[in-house]
């Protein structure tokens, strides 16, 4: 039980510090001459979180965010991609999309 709950705590900082890592790479490749304005950009995907304040409870490390928070959902995501179509809000889009990938193959991790 003890290395199970030590495998949790990993795989919770491992997917915590991807969402932190991926979206800096995208930056640094793909916007070189303002990677750090981009990775903030990018980094506000992480907003669609705030969902999770309606779960009880709030942070459950071994539950799977996708289909079960509002905004981790099909309907949700449709948006995100079409926030990609619009060189304004881009950046934002594939940030929340990333978000929603890493939480997705979190999820296939836990199965």
């Known amino acids: 039980m003890a290395a199970m709950i030590a495998d949790l705590d990993t795989r919770a900082v491992v997917h915590l510090l991807l969402h932190a890592a ?3 790479a995208i ?7 303002r990677w750090g304005r981009a ?4 980094l506000a995907g992480w907003l669609i979180d705030i969902d999770h304040l309606l779960a009880d409870p709030v942070y459950a490390p071994g539950r799977c ?3 079960f928070h509002p905004l981790h959902t099909a309907p949700a995501i449709s948006v995100y991609a079409l926030l990609c179509l619009h060189p304004r809000t881009r950046l934002f889009g594939i940030g929340l999309l990333v978000h929603i ?6 999820c296939l991790l836990m199965r």
């Not at 930056?27 to 001459?33: E, S």
């Not at 990775?39 to 990018?42: A, D, M, Q, S």
């Not at 990938?101 to 979190?106: E, I, K, Q, W």
């Open 39 to 42: 990775w903030l950009w990018l």
């Open 27 to 33: 930056a640094l490749i793909g916007y070189r001459q």
């Open 65 to 67: 965010s996708i289909g």
């Open 101 to 106: 990938v890493l939480d997705a193959t979190d």
């Open 22 to 24: 991926v979206p800096l």
